[in-house]
């Protein structure tokens, strides 16, 4: 599948792109998270804090193939997926059936105020601007419930880089964008967040990945 590429919208190079990968992108991620322990222990450590905090409806915002919808589901979150690419959903959707999957942008969060009592954002910050990413901040405070758990992964990184190609060969047009955990932590602070948990680690995951563990502050507007 070839596509021309809107140079001035990264949310349309970022749905084309990977409606285009959608089905190899899948085959490539679908075991990760077996040969990824302290990913897994992290996401434990989410599902506990959600359970905290009373139990609710957990958005995977970015949820791609709806690997990690999929795993909250088994640690007994009631999760959902959204996602920018109709592909991707689509996808989600056919691997597992019992599961929600919308179509949706993480930068026109389609929730309502207070409405998730958790939301994980699991390496889909990465196509993101930086100048996009307080708006996309406020959206994810705007829609937990006070005190509710914020997870995110990334790439770990000063750097831009633009994929042309990738997942079976594909053709691409995304930038993916690497960054420091103490920068985004800050970042998350100023948006109404207290982070719990900051780490960087190496695995099957990222070369070099971070995560962020934070809650929204019950006095955040």
């Not at 989410?46 to 193939?65: I, K, L, M, Q, Y």
């Not at 602070?189 to 929204?216: C, H, I, N, P, Y």
Request: proline share 7%.
């Amino acid at each position: 599948m070839e596509f021309e590429p809107n140079t001035d919208n990264w949310l349309a190079d970022t749905r084309a792109s990977y409606d285009t990968v959608a089905d190899s992108y899948a085959d490539q991620v679908r075991n990760l998270l077996d040969d990824t322990p302290e990913e897994r222990a992290v996401l434990a450590l989410f599902a506990a804090r959600v359970r905290e905090n009373g139990e609710g409806p957990v958005a995977d915002v970015g949820c791609g193939p709806g690997r990690i919808t999929a795993h909250l589901h088994g640690l007994g979150l009631d999760a959902f997926g959204i996602d920018l690419s109709p592909g991707m959903i689509e996808v989600a959707r056919r691997d597992h059936p019992g599961l929600r999957f919308e179509p949706g942008s993480m930068t026109e969060l389609g929730l309502t105020d207070g409405s998730v009592a958790g939301l994980i954002a699991w390496y889909s910050l990465i196509h993101v601007p930086d100048e996009e990413i307080d708006p996309v901040l406020a959206h994810f405070r705007r829609v937990l419930r006070p005190g509710g758990p914020l997870l995110l992964s990334f790439h770990v990184g000063d750097e831009r880089k633009l994929k042309t190609q990738g997942y079976g060969g594909h053709p691409m047009k995304v930038y993916v964008h690497r960054r420091r955990p103490g920068q985004l932590a800050a970042r998350l602070e100023e948006a109404g967040f207290d982070v719990e948990v900051q780490r960087t680690l190496t695995s099957a995951e990222s070369k070099l990945g971070g995560l962020l563990l934070a809650r929204r502050r019950p006095d955040a507007p």
